[in-house]
């Protein structure tokens, strides 16, 4: 899961409660059993003394789990063979004497311990065995197959679903890595000849999350022994005689030998039985690094991308004679069907390179051209100056000796950016799973007192740097006019002035100010109105079941979708988007639904003006389509207040 650097976010202290409800959480799911006073030898447990010791003994151990000062921050990264995106929080501390390191993480609501804790940490949970040339296997991001565990016995705890760590048999008592059982381990009776996944390995010595330090210092040093795992040292060996790495008798699929050469691979045989993982062979391995691309770099990947595009199609589509292509080809269905999926994007900075407008054509059209002059394409311009392709050489020597290389799917974060997904972005009917369909959305607004409020909020001991919803910020002006006396005799719902709110919130800046001060009362709804509107903005907004505490308030007016219709070539009206991102919805998907919804052309391109480093999708839909983007915004949650229309077509703004 860490083998590539994760996105963590700045650390932040853990207040003492939080910390202590971590730790307490962590012995729970652990179970691990809390000092116990010392009963005296008559029977009887001294009172006093003894509960003293035992409420320290469980602060120590509170502390060793988690240690006083430890600091926790949010982190987003990538895991599986699918680049999924995952999310979670590691929480930093050092034990005395040591460097800070990540001793937890905290993923889908469950605590994982990092190597650093369970090497301070014996039993702390199950620990399996594999010979050392499988473990380097696992710390290379493999997971661990069913007959690369040495035994049985295994522990009683390693059942399915459970955290388990993974050591060695020349290191028995050093775990090195830490996964989770996908079957139940402890019923095991017999390895050989068994098949499948046995754990999928989460972290390990020598990923990222290993490395990471404050300092920029590498990962701590791996001890050679650690007292307190309880290991039967003489039956490990004698299981690990049962564990063939050359075992060559069984060919059914997942079962080679760990040292098979690459000529049995490119035979067809499968990869070995004990690991799994590994980069498959049969494809041309193209990585997009992320470093600043030449021009002539940029050309070659939008070349590839379409020779790959129209191989794949030919390749699926046999029977046809164009090979499920409808001709004419307008110039935006080549880009957003016949390139962007075929990118070889991994991550969205590598999006914001990956433009045609930073290839020597700088536009589609030019590309189309090129591509024609080499014979692969037949073009032709049309009124409004349109370029559309009217043919494809299905037979041309680059379509027929291009050898394909691996594209990212499309949950992986570079299709999100745009790239990736293949022939499914061409294939008529197909529809890629996208999780924003039928998710729910609620966004809080919230506000922050600025300085001139603060003696108003100190008076009902209020933080002034708190962030309060509506109804909170309603309280607090009521329990501030009633601590002070400040509501009406003979109407409730007048409020005097005095002279903190006369400084504070009426203070001339408004023609109205001087008529409230002069009469020295105000409407009650009408102060918290305007004390609300003095507060700076914040918004959060929640999917599906996140709540408030989850996830961190930003600053300002919570955004919006931006929808705009407008005249392009003449007389043609187009659709832009954009701004879906914020409310978790990945622009492709969306513009692959809109194209079949709208039947025309659609394009997702960066939106002109927005930062490379977080680079904000402009979706276009050929026609005057806000109903049917309006429609598909609903589908996901998105509700009509937060969706923005600007009608240039007629030079007026709707909502």
């Known amino acids: 899961m860490f083998k590539k650097k994760p996105n963590i976010k700045p650390l932040s202290s853990i207040r003492s409660s939080d910390r202590r409800k971590i730790a307490e959480q962590i012995i729970s799911d652990f179970h691990i059993e809390l000092p116990k006073p010392e009963i005296s030898p008559d029977g009887e447990q001294p009172e006093a003394v003894d509960q003293s010791s035992a409420a320290v003994g469980i602060g120590a151990l509170r502390a060793s789990l988690l240690p006083e000062g430890s600091q926790s921050a949010r982190f987003t990264t990538t895991a599986?063979?699918?680049?999924?995106?995952?999310?979670?929080?590691?929480?930093?501390?050092?034990?005395?004497?040591?460097?800070?390191?990540?001793?937890?993480?905290k993923i889908s609501d469950r605590l994982v311990p990092s190597v650093y804790t369970l090497w301070k940490h014996p039993q702390l949970v199950p620990l399996l065995h594999t010979p050392e040339i499988v473990l380097r296997k696992l710390q290379g991001g493999a997971d661990l197959m069913t007959p690369g565990l040495a035994g049985p016995p295994f522990?009683?705890?390693?059942?399915?679903?459970?955290?388990?760590?993974?050591?060695?048999?020349?290191?028995?008592?050093?775990p090195m890595v830490v996964g989770i059982c996908e079957i139940e381990v402890a019923a095991l009776?017999?390895?050989?000849?068994?098949?499948?996944?046995?754990v999928q390995g989460s972290h390990w010595a020598g990923d990222e999350i290993w490395a990471w330090s404050l300092s920029g210092k590498p990962g701590g040093?791996?001890?050679?022994?650690?007292?307190?795992?309880?290991?039967?040292?003489?039956?490990?060996?004698?299981?690990?005689?049962?564990l063939s790495l050359d075992d060559r008798e069984d060919d059914s699929p997942g079962g080679v030998s760990i040292n098979a050469n690459k000529e049995q691979k490119s035979r067809g045989e499968p990869h070995n039985q004990y690991v799994e993982g590994e980069e498959a062979e049969e494809y041309d391995q193209v990585n997009v690094e992320e470093k600043e691309l030449s021009t002539k770099e940029?050309?070659?990947?939008?070349?590839?991308?379409?020779?790959?595009?129209?191989?794949?199609?030919?390749?699926?589509?046999?029977?046809?004679?164009?090979?499920?292509?409808?001709?004419?080809?307008?110039?935006s269905l080549v880009i957003s069907n016949f390139v962007l999926p075929f990118l070889p994007i991994t991550a969205p900075s590598q999006a914001s390179m990956l433009q045609i407008k930073k290839t020597s054509w700088k536009n589609a059209k030019k590309f189309i051209k090129a591509l024609d002059k080499d014979k692969i394409v037949k073009c032709k311009d049309r009124d409004g100056g349109e370029c559309v392709i009217l043919d494809i050489d299905w037979d041309d020597v680059q379509v027929t000796n291009f050898i394909p290389y691996k594209i990212p799917k499309k949950d992986t974060p570079g299709a999100e950016s745009g790239g990736g997904g293949g022939g499914k972005a061409i294939a008529a009917g197909s529809s890629?799973?996208?999780?924003?369909?039928?998710?729910s959305l609620k966004v809080i607004h919230l506000s922050r007192p600025k300085n001139q409020l603060a003696p108003i909020f100190e008076a009902t001991n209020a933080d002034v740097k708190a962030l309060y919803l509506p109804s909170e910020l309603r309280s607090i002006v009521l329990g501030y006019l009633e601590s002070e006396k400040l509501v009406s005799e003979t109407n409730k719902r007048l409020v005097k002035i005095d002279p903190i709110l006369a400084n504070a919130v009426f203070d001339g800046s408004s023609s109205l100010d001087h008529e409230v001060l002069a009469k020295g009362t105000v409407p009650r709804d009408a102060l918290i109105d305007r004390i609300t509107q003095s507060c700076s903005p914040f918004w959060v907004l929640l999917r599906n079941e996140e709540t408030r505490e989850e996830v961190k308030a930003r600053a300002g007016n919570a955004p919006k979708v931006h929808v705009t219709l407008e005249t392009r070539s003449g007389n043609k009206t187009v659709t832009k988007l954009s701004g879906v991102e914020v409310f978790h919805i990945n622009p492709q998907p969306l513009a692959e639904e809109l194209q079949k919804a709208c039947?025309?052309?659609?394009?997702?391109?960066?939106?002109?003006?927005?930062?490379?480093?977080?680079?904000?999708?402009?979706?276009?839909?050929?026609?005057?389509?806000?109903?049917?983007?309006?429609?598909?915004l609903e589908k996901r949650g998105v509700h009509r207040q937060w969706i923005e229309v600007l009608d240039k077509t007629k030079g007026k703004k709707k909502s």
Do not use: C
Not at 155 to 162: C, M, R, T
Not at 221 to 242: L, M, N, R, T, Y
Not at 432 to 439: K, R, V, W
Not at 601 to 627: C, F, H, R, Y
């Open 80 to 105: 599986g063979p699918n680049l999924k995106q995952v999310s979670g929080t590691i929480y930093v501390g050092s034990h005395s004497g040591d460097e800070q390191r990540v001793l937890w993480m």
């Open 432 to 439: 890629p799973s996208d999780s924003s369909i039928g998710q």
């Open 155 to 174: 522990p009683s705890g390693a059942v399915k679903g459970a955290i388990v760590a993974v050591a060695s048999l020349e290191k028995p008592s050093v």
């Open 599 to 632: 039947a025309g052309s659609s394009s997702v391109n960066q939106l002109a003006g927005s930062s490379p480093k977080n680079p904000v999708q402009e979706i276009m839909v050929q026609g005057p389509q806000k109903d049917a983007v309006v429609r598909a």
């Open 221 to 242: 040093d791996v001890p050679e022994h650690i007292e307190g795992w309880a290991i039967d040292e003489p039956s490990i060996s004698e299981d690990a005689k049962h």
């Open 298 to 331: 940029i050309d070659e990947i939008f070349w590839r991308a379409f020779l790959y595009a129209v191989q794949h199609q030919k390749n699926t589509n046999k029977t046809d004679p164009n090979h499920g292509v409808k001709f004419p080809l307008p110039q």
């Open 189 to 198: 009776q017999d390895v050989r000849g068994a098949k499948g996944h046995a």
